[in-house]
């Protein structure tokens, strides 16, 4: 789709100035091209509890949703003098949410894209890691909230004459002491590999606990291993 910038910055300058900024005086106003082809703007409006201050881009999206929604795909954000402006970090967010990172930014001497605004953003992919079907792994939806807490203890057990390994999930930290409630949140399946065992509890939480025939304490969790935990479990090498 062909930008047409002169037209994107007139429009902002024209929108900044119809900015509502008592505080700062300081109007800012944008622009962005929709994928359709239509245009929609925002100003800053600012408030006396300046916490409920509205970035320029609030108001941009907002007019992007009332008026038929679609994705952003260039906007320009001009200053009092008409110079292009760069969003702040919170509306670098909400423009990654609303245009993507292929979403071009008017910046001088060349338009930006959003993933050089905004590298590293976080999106709906960093939940579905956590709560979707592939980073759930089966949790039970009744034992989400318990999701990073608690530790699994992972250990051996005998299976049809064959060796195998599962796990429990407890709701203490499994510190030496600990006044916490205890108590089962989950067994663990019948697993090949110590591994795999290991995989499944990291999925529940950080904190995970090797414990071998001999009754051996492993840790394999995050970080550095509690207090009473001898030494750090290590993959086999096949």
Not at 86 to 93: F, N, V
Not at 175 to 197: D, R, Y
């Amino acid at each position: 789709m062909e930008i047409d910038w002169a037209a994107l910055r007139a429009a902002a300058i024209e929108t900044m100035r119809r900015a509502y900024a008592p505080v700062s005086d300081f109007p800012v106003g944008v622009a962005g091209l929709v994928d359709d082809g239509r245009m929609v703007v925002g100003c800053n409006v600012e408030n006396a509890s300046l916490g409920m201050t509205l970035c320029a881009e609030c108001g941009l999206v907002s007019s992007l949703h009332a008026t038929g929604g679609g994705r952003l795909v260039a906007i320009s954000c001009v200053d009092a003098t008409g110079a292009p402006l760069m969003p702040c970090g919170r509306c670098r967010q909400l423009l990654w949410e609303h245009g993507g990172p292929e979403l071009l930014v008017e910046a001088l001497p060349r338009p930006l894209r959003m993933t050089e605004l905004l590298p590293h953003a976080f999106g709906y992919e960093d939940m579905e890691r956590v709560t979707g079907p592939v980073g759930a792994a089966d949790v039970p939806a009744d034992l989400a909230k318990w999701r990073g807490r608690g530790t699994v203890f992972v250990h051996p057990d005998i299976s049809g004459g064959t060796t195998i390994w599962t796990g429990y999930w407890e709701r203490s930290s499994g510190e030496p002491g600990s006044a916490e409630e205890k108590g089962i949140l989950e067994e663990g399946p019948n697993l090949p590999t110590t591994a795999a065992a290991v995989a499944w509890g990291l999925v529940r939480t950080p904190r995970v606990v090797v414990v071998d025939a001999e009754g051996g304490l492993s840790w394999a969790g995050e970080g550095e291993a509690p207090e009473g935990i001898p030494q750090r479990w290590e993959e086999e090498k096949p």
